[in-house]
């Protein structure tokens, strides 16, 4: 079954009210063991990049990661430009209930324009690898002054075998609570949908806004590669 067929297959209502709950999703295995060696034997290929960050440097945590050049590789083009019309239903959903007036195409590509307008032109999908002792501090991936309101990480590494520890962390701030703390621990393929920074939630006076960063916790052994896939570009 091909990628596109894989995700038109999730249960995207599902997901939805898991994102509306929670602000984070764990999707099916989308990816074979095939397609994550595939996808992460593409980090030896350095022209594939328009960019690499030493997380220590700039104190972002301990690890790296690189972002693709335009044109991406077709399995990375493909997994964001399926996910995204159903991610930008429940995109828009979120913006009414937080009453703003940005309203998000339902195809990738005209999304993509809107970033164009606003000086935003560099593709932002990214691979991140980690060895033993790496981590990734709790953050945001915005980029200018759009930012499409949700993001997913796929696993290409086995974990138990290939590496231990390194789950997935979210922590949300809602106003005048203390945080909430997520732990998501993916298998190989699987993927993890996320809010990048604001999501609403409903109090009793109304819609509020929830605050959410996302992290990585410590890698204990071997060495974890993740496929990072944002929506917005940068400028």
Known sequence: MSLERRLAAVDWESVGAELDAHGSARLPSILDGEECAALAALWEDAELFRKQVVMERLRFGAGEYRYFAAPLPPAVATLRESAYPPLAAVANRWQEAL????????????????CRRRGQRKPTPLMLRYAAGGYNRMHQDLYGEVAFPLQMTFLLSRPGTEFT???????????????????????????????????????????????????????????????????????
Not at 166 to 180: M, T
């Open 99 to 114: 009453g703003t007036t940005m309203r998000y195409p339902s195809g990738l590509a005209s999304f993509l324009r809107v």
């Open 165 to 235: 520890g390194g789950e997935n962390l979210f922590v949300e701030q809602r106003p005048r609570e203390q945080s909430i703390g997520t732990a998501v621990a993916l298998a190989q393929g699987e993927a993890v949908v996320f809010a990048t920074s604001v999501r609403p939630i409903r109090g009793a006076r109304g819609w509020r806004r929830a605050t959410l960063r996302h992290g990585v916790s410590r890698i204990v052994s071997g060495r974890r590669l993740t496929l990072g896939v944002i929506f917005h570009d940068a400028r």
